[in-house]
């Protein structure tokens, strides 16, 4: 089975998948991250998220720099947005989600595109979201926590310039998929948006049976 995640930055998209992975005994990608490691890689190389060329050329780094705590940062994550609006880097990291959606058993992966381009395919697919303000808050709670200083006031104004950038690109834009089940997360405890996302989940799951039962019968 594959379960698609998508939403736009501190939606809770990344709490739900990977709780999904521990209910459904599935691996688990965070997509996010490899942009996030791009960025990293651009900025150790000394080169300009900007042109595309420069980000293509950072698309090639080691995977130990997926587990850098540097890569959490908010000033990585705008990067990131940055250097995931070219096609080219998009294509570059492509493949590796794709095996990992296509494994045998099937996965969880979270992040912009899942349902609408790495597997259009997925068994289920959730779009996550909630304001703006309460995203804000929540990514400023958890940047604080791993002790940073930064504003309230610059983490929205970076969720919202972030949003802006992932919904308008044209390469795979951030966006609902036709057949996505819509989780609004704002006014839900974690707990509470675990188990919705899970009967959604089962839902969808048991609709597509009935659809493919009814098709071959
Ligand atoms: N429903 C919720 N209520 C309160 N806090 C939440 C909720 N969902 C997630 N969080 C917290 O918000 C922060 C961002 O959540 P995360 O799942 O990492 O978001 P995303 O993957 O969409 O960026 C984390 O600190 C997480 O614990
Ligand atoms: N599948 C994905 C995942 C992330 N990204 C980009 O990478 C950035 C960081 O993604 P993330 O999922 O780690 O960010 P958060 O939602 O955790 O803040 C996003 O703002 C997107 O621009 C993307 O384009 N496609």
Redesign the pocket.
């Given at each position: 089975m594959i379960i698609a995640v998508d939403?736009?930055?501190?939606?809770?998209?990344?709490?739900?998948?990977?709780s999904l992975a521990r209910h459904y005994g599935l691996p688990y990608l965070?997509t996010?991250l490899l942009y996030r490691a791009v960025a990293e890689n651009v900025r150790r190389m000394e080169l300009n998220p900007e042109i595309e060329a420069d980000a293509v050329a950072a698309c090639d780094f080691e995977d130990a720099l997926l587990d850098d705590p540097v890569l959490r940062t908010d000033d990585v994550g705008k990067m990131a947005s940055i250097a995931s609006v070219h096609p080219l880097v998009r294509a570059a990291l492509f493949h590796r989600q794709r095996r990992f959606a296509n494994q045998p058993g099937g996965a969880v992966l979270?992040g912009r595109d899942i349902g609408t381009v790495i597997a259009p395919e997925a068994d289920a697919k959730l779009f996550?979201r909630?304001t703006p303000t309460i995203?804000a808050k929540?990514?400023h709670?958890?940047l604080r926590?791993n002790g940073s200083s930064v504003s309230l006031d610059k983490v929205l104004a970076d969720i919202r310039a972030r949003d802006l950038r992932d919904s308008t690109r044209s390469a795979a834009p951030l966006v609902a998929a036709n057949d996505a089940a819509l989780l609004d997360?704002s006014f839900?405890?974690?707990e509470?948006?675990l188990q919705r996302a899970i009967e959604l989940v089962d839902r969808q799951v048991a609709l597509r049976a009935e659809r493919d039962a009814y098709r071959s019968s």
């Amino acid at each position: 089975m594959i379960i698609a995640v998508d939403g736009p930055a501190a939606s809770g998209k990344g709490t739900i998948a990977r709780s999904l992975a521990r209910h459904y005994g599935l691996p688990y990608l965070d997509t996010g991250l490899l942009y996030r490691a791009v960025a990293e890689n651009v900025r150790r190389m000394e080169l300009n998220p900007e042109i595309e060329a420069d980000a293509v050329a950072a698309c090639d780094f080691e995977d130990a720099l997926l587990d850098d705590p540097v890569l959490r940062t908010d000033d990585v994550g705008k990067m990131a947005s940055i250097a995931s609006v070219h096609p080219l880097v998009r294509a570059a990291l492509f493949h590796r989600q794709r095996r990992f959606a296509n494994q045998p058993g099937g996965a969880v992966l979270d992040g912009r595109d899942i349902g609408t381009v790495i597997a259009p395919e997925a068994d289920a697919k959730l779009f996550v979201r909630a304001t703006p303000t309460i995203r804000a808050k929540r990514r400023h709670a958890e940047l604080r926590d791993n002790g940073s200083s930064v504003s309230l006031d610059k983490v929205l104004a970076d969720i919202r310039a972030r949003d802006l950038r992932d919904s308008t690109r044209s390469a795979a834009p951030l966006v609902a998929a036709n057949d996505a089940a819509l989780l609004d997360t704002s006014f839900l405890s974690i707990e509470a948006s675990l188990q919705r996302a899970i009967e959604l989940v089962d839902r969808q799951v048991a609709l597509r049976a009935e659809r493919d039962a009814y098709r071959s019968s």
